[in-house]
């Protein structure tokens, strides 16, 4: 599992929203934003079962994830990696509380979902010279 950078640690640490993109069964992208974490090395998001995201990882565990500051869109991220493991039932909805306790201050009203734990392959963090 490759180390993720310090300034892509702050970025997945505080409440940037990521896009994740999977593989569609025609080997096309799909790209949609999520609620993200660090769990040590790992990243964690989560889904609902059934959504086109979990049946794509079902099928291809890879994984594009971009990460870009709320304040400062020239402050990015990105990382390639890959599904290490599937997390559901109550295991799951404590990791889903906490991305909503992060992201909203409240728990996750809905009392579902299963969650993907990502082991990194690659990253890279940079901030372009320019002002928004």
């Not at 565990?61 to 109550?90: C, F, K, L, W």
């Not at 295991?91 to 992201?103: C, F, R």
């Not at 579902?112 to 901030?127: E, K, L, Q």
Request: glycine share 10%; net charge negative; hydrophobic share 40%.
């Amino acid at each position: 599992m490759a180390e993720l950078p310090d300034d892509l640690r702050a970025l997945l640490d505080g409440r940037n929203f990521a896009h994740v993109a999977t593989v569609l069964p025609d080997g096309g992208p799909h790209s949609v934003p999520v609620w993200i974490a660090r769990d040590g090395e790992a990243l964690v998001f989560f889904t609902q079962e059934g959504s086109r995201k979990a049946r794509n990882l079902a099928a291809d565990p890879r994984v594009a994830i971009s990460v870009v500051d709320g304040a400062n869109p020239y402050r990015m991220g990105q990382v390639r990696g890959h599904v290490t493991e599937r997390v559901e039932g109550e295991d799951a909805l404590a990791v889903i509380d906490g991305l909503s306790e992060k992201y909203t201050g409240r728990p996750f009203p809905m009392r579902s979902g299963v969650v993907f734990r990502i082991a990194v392959d690659r990253a890279w963090s940079m901030t372009l010279p320019f002002e928004h």
